[in-house]
């Protein structure tokens, strides 16, 4: 996170491809619990993707730097056959 420029940066590579990727989200939870969506990160179509969103709320960033725990944040990546989770990721 990037308060001053309001952006997040992220890189993943899901191992899968069909069906292709239908959404992806960053949550804030511990594993094994279900987290609101922080940010919206667009969806892996081709087995991977990388980039930076912008527009992050400034609240929201400048929280996350003071206070990021990777272990209270996943990415959820949702397809056709499963549209609640596909695959999560803690960070």
Do not use: W
């Not at 001053?4 to 899968?16: I, S, V």
């Amino acid at each position: 996170m990037m308060p001053q420029t309001k952006a997040f940066t992220l890189a993943r590579q899901p191992n899968f491809r069909e069906p292709p990727a239908t959404a992806a989200h960053l949550h804030e939870a511990p594993a094994t619990t279900a987290g609101p969506i922080v940010v919206t990160l667009a969806p892996p179509t081709s087995g991977s993707s990388s980039g930076t969103v912008q527009d992050v709320d400034r609240e929201l960033a400048k929280e996350s730097c003071k206070i990021l725990i990777p272990d209270n944040y996943y990415v959820n990546v949702h397809n056709a056959d499963y549209p609640v989770e596909a695959l999560r990721g803690q960070l």
